[in-house]
C-alpha cells in the first residue's frame, strides 16, 4: 500500500461530465481510497466566457449519483486568482518570468514568416532579457522563461520514460495581457498547494505536462507522478462522439443504467484484472492499480454495457427497484406484483428503461393489438376457445396468487378442452398484451386481478369478432 496518496479530479464547466472524465474520476478516486489517501474535487472555472453553472452542478450530480466522494470541500478555481497573481509576480521578482509587449500583429507577422521559412511557428524571446522602456499601449503578457537547452524528462505510469528537448517550448505565456493567468500555470499551482502526489489523467494532456514541469521548477515545487490514460475510441478506431456514448453521464441514468454497472463498465476501458469483467466497488478498490493501466487506447462497447447493466439489474433487491422507479415517472405498483413480476422483468430486461416499459405493458390495459397476429388467429375455432377461456376463467373461485397457480389453471383448462397447454398461448397473450413476446404468462394472470383478466378476454374476443 502506497502511503500519503493525493489525487484529484478537475473538470472543466464548459460541458457536461461525459464518460472519460468519469472514468479518469474513477481511476483517482480508487487509487487514493485504495491507500488510504485523499481523493479531491476541482472545478476549474477560470474561462469565465465559456463556463455554465448548469454544468456546475451536473458534474455534482454525477458524483453523487455514481456515489464517488470526495474528500473536503469543493475547490473553485475562479475564486484563487488572489493566489496565481502572488505566484505571478514572485516569478517576476525572481527574474524567472518577464513582461511581453508583443502586440497581437507582431506576433501573427512572426509566425507567417517563420511558416514561409518552413519553421515551426513560435516565439522569438525578443522580450526576454528587455531592459528599455516599454512601448506606449500596450497591456503586456507575462511569459515564464524556459530553459533554452537541455532536456524536460519524467516517468509517466503508463508511458514509461518521457523526455522532451526544451528547445521544443518557447517562453510560453501565463498570464494574459488582462492579468487573468493560463490554464498550465494555475494547474500547476494548485496541484503544488492541494499537495497532489498523483495525477491519472487522459493522454490528450501529454503536451501539457513538460510546460508544468517548467512550472513546478521554477517554483520549487514538488513534482506529481504521472499517469497519462489513452482515450476511449469508438468500435471503428476513431474519437469518441455523442453518438458513440460520450455523452453526458446523467443521460446514462434516463436510459436507465445502473451506476454500479456504468463504472464496471469504465474501469475496464483501460485495466484489467486477469480474465475477471465483474467487479464490485470492494474488489475495485482491492484490486486497482494504476501501474497496471493499458498503454493502448480502449474501444467502447455498448453491448459489454448493456450486459454488465442486466447482470446488475437482476442482482437489484425490490426496495432498490422501488426507489428508482419514480426516476422513470412509474408509480409503485402492488406488494403482489412485486412478488410476482419483479424477478420475471429483472431476467427479461437490460435497463430500467425496459423494465419499466415492460412493466407497463403488463399493467395496462391493452390498446391496440398487433394485425398480423390478429389475422393469423382470426378463425372461429380461436373465437370459440376464447369464449372458453372466459367462461373457465369467470368460474375460478381461488385467487390466482402465485405463478405455480396460474400453471396449474392453464393446464386444467388445456385438460378440460383436450388440447396442449402451449396450442392456447399464442391467442391468450394476444388477449393479454395484444402482440407477441413479452412476459412469461403464469407471472402474468398471477400479477393481474381476476376482473382485469376477464376484461382483456373480453376486449380480444370482440377485437378478433370485429370483421
Same mark, same amino acid.
Given at each position: ?38 481523493? $479531491? ?97 500596450? @497591456? ?135 480474465? @475477471? ?38 442482482? $437489484? ?6 426507489? /428508482? ?20 422483468? @429483472? ?15 403488463? /399493467? ?12 393469423? $388467429? ?53 388477449? $393479454? ?24 378476454? @373480453? ?9
Amino acid at each position: 500500500m502506497e502511503t500519503n496518496i493525493v489525487t484529484r479530479f478537475a473538470p472543466s464547466p464548459t460541458g457536461y461530465l461525459h464518460i472519460g472524465g468519469l472514468r479518469t474520476a474513477l481511476f483517482n478516486y480508487l487509487y487514493a481510497r485504495a491507500n488510504g489517501g485523499k481523493f $479531491l474535487l476541482r472545478i476549474e472555472d477560470t474561462d469565465k466566457a465559456r463556463n455554465s453553472n448548469e454544468a456546475k452542478e451536473a458534474i455534482l450530480r454525477a458524483f453523487d449519483w455514481v456515489g464517488l466522494d470526495y474528500d473536503g470541500e469543493v475547490i473553485y478555481q475562479s475564486e484563487r486568482f488572489g493566489i496565481y497573481e502572488k505566484y505571478i509576480q514572485l516569478l517576476l521578482g525572481e527574474g524567472k518570468a518577464y513582461y511581453c509587449y508583443m502586440s497581437k500583429e507582431e506576433l501573427e507577422d512572426l509566425r507567417e514568416a517563420q511558416k514561409a521559412r518552413g519553421k515551426t511557428p513560435r516565439y522569438d524571446n525578443r522580450y526576454r532579457d528587455f531592459q528599455g522602456t516599454p512601448p506606449q499601449g500596450i @497591456q503586456p503578457v507575462v511569459r515564464i522563461k524556459a530553459p533554452l537547452e537541455g532536456e524536460i524528462s519524467f516517468d509517466d505510469g503508463v508511458k514509461g520514460k518521457i523526455s522532451i528537448n526544451a528547445k521544443e517550448i518557447d517562453d510560453f505565456i501565463i498570464a494574459r495581457s488582462d492579468g487573468s493567468p493560463t490554464y498550465n500555470f494555475v494547474v500547476a499551482i494548485d496541484d503544488a498547494l492541494m499537495g497532489v502526489t498523483d495525477i491519472i489523467r487522459g493522454d490528450d494532456h501529454l503536451s501539457n505536462t513538460p510546460k508544468q514541469i517548467l512550472i513546478y521548477q521554477a517554483l520549487n515545487f514538488k513534482i506529481p507522478k504521472f499517469f497519462h490514460v489513452p482515450m476511449i475510441l469508438n468500435p471503428q478506431g476513431h474519437k469518441l462522439s455523442k453518438r458513440d456514448g460520450a455523452m453526458n453521464v446523467m443521460e446514462y441514468q434516463s436510459m436507465g443504467y445502473l451506476p454500479e454497472a456504468l463504472l464496471n463498465f469504465l474501469i475496464r476501458l483501460g485495466w484489467s484484472y486477469g480474465d @475477471q469483467e465483474i467487479f464490485s466497488k470492494e474488489e475495485m478498490l482491492r484490486l486497482f492499480n494504476p501501474n497496471d493501466l493499458n498503454t493502448a487506447p480502449s474501444a467502447y462497447n455498448q453491448e459489454k454495457l448493456l450486459w454488465l447493466n442486466s447482470h446488475y439489474l437482476k442482482v $437489484l433487491s425490490v426496495d432498490s427497484i422501488n426507489a /428508482l422507479l419514480p426516476l422513470y415517472n412509474e408509480q409503485i405498483p402492488s406488494q403482489k406484483i412485486q412478488d410476482i413480476l419483479y424477478v420475471e422483468l @429483472q431476467e427479461r430486461s437490460k435497463t430500467l428503461q425496459e423494465f419499466v416499459a415492460l412493466l407497463k405493458e403488463c /399493467l395496462l390495459p391493452v390498446k391496440t393489438y398487433d394485425e398480423k397476429m390478429k389475422n393469423k $388467429l382470426q378463425t372461429l375455432e380461436n373465437i370459440h376457445l376464447l369464449k372458453e377461456l372466459i367462461i373457465y376463467f369467470k368460474a375460478i373461485k381461488n385467487p390466482i396468487d402465485s405463478t405455480k397457480v396460474a400453471e396449474t389453471e392453464l393446464e386444467s383448462f388445456a385438460n378440460f378442452q383436450g388440447i396442449k397447454p402451449k396450442s392456447f398461448f399464442m391467442l391468450l397473450r394476444f388477449a $393479454l398484451l395484444g402482440k407477441s413476446g413479452g412476459v412469461s404468462l403464469a407471472p402474468l394472470l398471477a400479477s393481474l386481478e381476476k376482473e382485469e383478466i376477464l376484461l382483456r378476454l @373480453q376486449n380480444a374476443l370482440a377485437n378478433l369478432e370485429m370483421a
